[in-house]
């Protein structure tokens, strides 16, 4: 499991670290991170893919969103009898404090 996060995240993350930096064009002295190139990828794969330029970030956007979408689901699954058990502990011990206040009654006051 650990090396499923770290293969979804090490993609998702560089790209994202990526857009970032060359979207507000913080090059530091690196050609792939001028806006210059941030421009020209998205014009090469839109050209590509036969799609103005300017649609191709919300896409991939939305895609990163429903992979990690997918990617919890597969965790909470795997989680799922802790993810149950934490739940029940969590709600009892609200029914527990319910029943301390209902206890503590002012009616009983000297």
């Known amino acids: 499991m650990k090396w499923f996060l770290?293969?979804?995240a090490g993609p998702v993350g560089l790209l994202s670290g990526w857009y970032g930096l060359?979207?507000?064009?913080?090059?530091f002295g690196f050609?792939?991170?001028t806006r210059h190139t941030h421009d020209l990828?998205?014009?090469v794969?839109?050209?590509?893919?036969g799609i103005p330029p300017e649609t191709i970030p919300p896409l991939v956007a939305r895609a990163i969103a429903v992979d990690s979408l997918i990617v919890f689901a597969i965790i909470a699954f795997r989680?799922?009898?802790a993810i149950a058990a934490w739940w029940r502990k969590?709600?009892?011990s609200k029914e527990d404090a319910v029943?301390?206040?209902?206890?503590?009654?002012?009616?009983?006051?000297p």
Do not use: C, H, P, T
Not at 101 to 107: G, N
């Open 6 to 8: 770290i293969l979804w």
């Open 22 to 27: 060359s979207y507000y064009d913080m090059s």
């Open 31 to 33: 050609f792939m991170l």
């Open 41 to 43: 990828v998205f014009e």
């Open 45 to 49: 794969y839109g050209n590509i893919l």
């Open 79 to 81: 989680k799922r009898k």
């Open 90 to 92: 969590r709600q009892s």
């Open 99 to 109: 029943a301390v206040r209902r206890d503590e009654s002012l009616s009983s006051a």
